[in-house]
């Protein structure tokens, strides 16, 4: 059976969407509080990917060998 590692730190990008929820629930319905929830939906999907990212081995584009980008001079 295969374990799930669970992250000891919180994301940066999720602690400022905590921020962005918790000053949008200060104000009242309108524009500007959706706008914080909307930046905080981001901000979630950006740690998400993130976490995604590191828990992939062998998929940062620096390791890969034979990109192209070598120079033979």
Do not use: C, H
Not at 17 to 29: D, S, T, V
Not at 39 to 51: D, H, M, S
């Amino acid at each position: 059976m295969a374990r799930v590692q669970i992250p000891t730190e919180t994301s940066t990008w999720l602690l400022q969407a905590k921020e962005f929820l918790y000053e949008a629930r200060r104000l009242k319905p309108g524009p500007e509080r959706n706008d914080l929830r909307q930046t905080a939906k981001v901000l979630r999907e950006i740690a998400r990917l993130e976490a995604a990212s590191e828990q992939a081995p062998g998929r940062d584009w620096r390791q890969r060998t034979g990109s192209g980008g070598e120079s033979t001079v």
